[in-house]
């Protein structure tokens, strides 16, 4: 099975000059956890609610003065329409991540598949052994 058959489509994104109050409420609006962020028609990083909470709220920036661009997570992880649901469940272990953003033949953005989609139409084996592989934390916990 192909990712462009379980991916969700019409991803809407940000630019990293607007502020972390525009995107998040995007997000609420949108009723996700994450918004591509977006350097003209690349991707080019990630906000997510954990990086506002634990980089804006934990660290008390004010949401409606912090870019988009100070604490998003760059380096958005990609692969194409075509690539296989167990490459893409391979990569999301691999850097421990919920979502991934796809992309076309021309690099433009045409979906995300998440681990909530794996779950829903790939298969409870491949969303099951992801879970386990992302949950396992990186460094010590407190």
Request: hydrophobic letters at 40%.
């Amino acid at each position: 099975m192909k990712v462009n058959e379980i991916m969700t489509k019409g991803v809407e994104g940000i630019k990293t000059t607007d502020t972390i109050l525009h995107a998040c409420q995007r997000m609420r609006d949108l009723d996700i956890g994450a918004i591509p962020v977006f350097d003209q028609d690349n991707v080019i990083g990630v906000v997510t609610d954990r990086d506002v909470a634990v980089r804006v709220i934990a660290e008390q920036l004010n949401p409606a003065h912090t870019s988009v661009g100070e604490v998003m997570s760059k380096d958005a992880k990609t692969c194409a329409e075509d690539t296989e649901v167990e490459e893409a469940a391979r990569v999301m272990e691999n850097y421990k991540i919920r979502r991934l953003f796809v992309t076309d033949s021309t690099g433009a953005l045409t979906g995300i598949v998440s681990l909530g989609d794996l779950a829903a139409k790939g298969g409870k084996e491949i969303s099951a052994e992801i879970l386990s592989e992302i949950s396992q934390p990186i460094g010590p916990h407190r």
